[in-house]
């Protein structure tokens, strides 16, 4: 009995002590409310899933140089509250972004809203809330 009480125990130890690896992060922590991009491209890829939806959009400079940037977005059934199914964007889509960047200075950024190709406008669901 006291094997299955330890073992019982020990088990409980190691979900709780997993628990902080799948904590949410902080907008502040990883984005610049202050630093905002608007940017224009290409979707690419779509992840509709928890904690945050993500799109992946390649733009073009003047020059021809293609960069991809990594967006996120809210929760999908903050998305979906918001008017967003999942055929919201496609590959493909052209869309204008405007977004906070990443304090790191990768190419990642939190969606504020996106213009789709026929004129509709979609908010991001950002975790910066209203701005």
Not at 47 to 59: I, L
Not at 73 to 88: D, E, V, Y
């Amino acid at each position: 009995m006291r094997v299955h009480l330890a073992a019982g125990a020990a088990c409980l130890a190691l979900l709780f002590s997993a628990r902080p690896v799948l904590a949410h992060h902080s907008f502040d922590a990883e984005y610049d409310r202050v630093k905002t991009i608007v940017i224009t491209g290409v979707v690419t890829k779509l992840e509709w899933m928890n904690p945050h939806a993500r799109f992946y959009v390649d733009v073009t400079d003047n020059d021809g140089k293609v960069t991809g940037w990594n967006l996120e977005l809210g929760s999908p059934a903050t998305l979906m509250r918001q008017g967003w199914t999942r055929k919201s964007l496609k590959v493909g889509n052209h869309v204008t972004v405007t977004a906070s960047l990443a304090k790191d200075g990768s190419k990642m950024a939190n969606a504020r809203s996106v213009l789709l190709a026929d004129g509709k406008r979609v908010f991001g669901g950002s975790s910066a809330g209203n701005q």
